[in-house]
T-cell receptor, first 122, second 114 residues
Framework: GAGVSQSPSNKVTEKGKDVELRCDPISGHTALYWYRQSLGQGLEFLIYFQGNSAPDKSGLPSDRFSAERTGGSVSTLTIQRTQQEDSAVYLC????????????????????FGPGTRLTVL | AQRVTQPEKLLSVFKGAPVELKCNYSYSGSPELFWYVQYSRQRLQLLLRHISRESIKGFTADLNKGETSFHLKKPFAQEEDSAMYYCALSKKNAGGTSYGKLTFGQGTILTVHP
């Protein structure tokens, strides 16, 4: 089946411009996450949407970053007035409703990742 | 706040040699630990999770709560194991369910030479 998709795959922009990155999660997945992957910083959490709950924005590095999730499906990450330090690969992931392991026991939260958007700020 | 540390950025071994990728964590609650892998030109994917105690592609990882470690091991490395490996932590609620964001380590690039 179709996995998580992201667009564009690559984005080159000039410092100071705004950019929008799109994520299409796996159909039916209730949770959606944005992460940033950069050299020296590893993978950093940005924001998390779970159903109709208020999003967890605790990872957003500044108020230039924002994200929306419309209709519980597609999400857009917006970076305003881009800076060179925003250059990174932005990864989106989605996960289904928490599910129990066969035979009972604790559930787990497997996240399925998209291919990422490589953002370069000149 | 939770934290995951992978002390080795790069790890090189020869085919057939044992490999161990180190991961230490700090978290005051009860965590769920995972290993994710990213092969060249592929997307990040789950390799294994501690709660299921499985062996995937010959890899195993044991959660050591005393040492707060979750090292990934394989007795005989293969060339196709070459990839970026991330250790990750997720919180668990009182019911034992993991939820929410993953906190990742910095990643270890494993290279297996022929």
């Amino acid at each position: 089946g179709a996995g998580v998709s992201q667009s564009p795959s690559n984005k080159v922009t000039e410092k100071g411009k705004d950019v929008e990155l799109r994520c299409d999660p796996i159909s039916g997945h209730t949770a959606l996450y944005w992460y940033r992957q950069s050299l020296g910083q590893g993978l950093e959490f940005l924001i998390y949407f779970q159903g109709n709950s208020a999003p967890d924005k605790s990872g957003l590095p500044s108020d230039r970053f924002s994200a929306e999730r419309t209709g519980g499906s597609v999400s857009t990450l917006t970076i305003q007035r881009t800076q060179q330090e925003d250059s990174a690969v932005y990864l989106c992931a989605s996960s289904p409703n928490l599910r129990r392991l066969a035979g009972g026991g604790a559930s787990y939260n497997e996240q399925f990742f998209g291919p990422g958007t490589r953002l370069t700020v000149l | 706040a939770q934290r995951v540390t992978q002390p080795e950025k790069l790890l090189s071994v020869f085919k057939g040699a044992p490999v161990e990728l180190k991961c230490n964590y700090s978290y005051s609650g009860s965590p769920e630990l995972f290993w994710y892998v990213q092969y060249s030109r592929q997307r990040l994917q789950l390799l294994l999770r501690h709660i299921s105690r499985e062996s995937i592609k010959g890899f195993t990882a044991d959660l050591n709560k005393g040492e707060t470690s979750f090292h990934l091991k394989k007795p005989f490395a293969q060339e196709e194991d070459s990839a970026m490996y991330y250790c990750a932590l997720s919180k668990k609620n009182a019911g034992g369910t993991s939820y929410g964001k993953l906190t990742f380590g910095q990643g270890t690039i494993l290279t297996v030479h022929p």
